[in-house]
């Protein structure tokens, strides 16, 4: 059967933006899999120094002292996961705007929100901080591990990279 309702009018194309991941791949991995079993592992670790009775341990120390030392390990583990694994997001990138998430949100910001961008270097690795001109949904820095292409995409639009 044929169409019955065609029109003369075209219907309006929508221009979408192309964008490219400017982030790593090991983003996902060092944002959500490393938090989860470093976690996971030392949480069981200290639970277990916790529920087996001294007597069981075959220990040259007192047990206080392996429970403490796992205590503030598993502490400084939650530390570290704080302040620099979850601080990492994914950023993809068009021409007008660029859009960053965590995985769970995304949030888009024009290119002119960006106050600079610049490179660093912690735990040697290499980590790129977009400073906004103001705070926005992640805070007024946004720290990403750079993917392969990232170097060349901002390049191509002229985007000066600084050291810190």
């Known amino acids: 059967m044929e169409n019955q309702n065609v029109s003369s009018q075209e219907p309006e194309q929508v221009k979408t933006e192309t964008t490219e991941c400017l982030s790593s791949n090991m983003t996902l991995f060092w944002r959500v899999f490393m938090p989860i079993f470093g976690g996971v592992f030392l949480t069981g670790l200290l639970l277990t120094f916790l529920l087996i009775p001294e007597e069981e341990l075959y220990l040259s120390f007192p047990i206080l002292w392996a429970r403490l030392f796992l205590f503030a390990l598993w502490l400084g ?3 570290f996961v704080r302040r620099t694994l979850w601080r990492l997001k994914r950023v993809d990138a068009g021409d ?3 859009y960053v998430t965590n995985y769970w949100i995304t949030v888009r910001y024009p290119w002119a ?3 600079k961008v610049e490179r660093i270097r912690r735990l040697g690795r290499k980590l790129v901080t ?3 001109k103001a705070p ?3 805070g007024q820095k946004i720290t990403f591990l750079p993917g392969d ?3 060349a995409w901002m390049e ?3 985007v000066a990279i600084g050291q810190e």
Do not use: A, P, S, Y
């Open 77 to 79: 583990w939650l530390l």
């Open 96 to 98: 007008t705007h660029f």
């Open 113 to 115: 929100d960006v106050e």
């Open 130 to 132: 977009i400073h906004l």
């Open 136 to 138: 926005g949904r992640f």
């Open 149 to 151: 292409r990232f170097e």
């Open 156 to 158: 191509e639009r002229g």
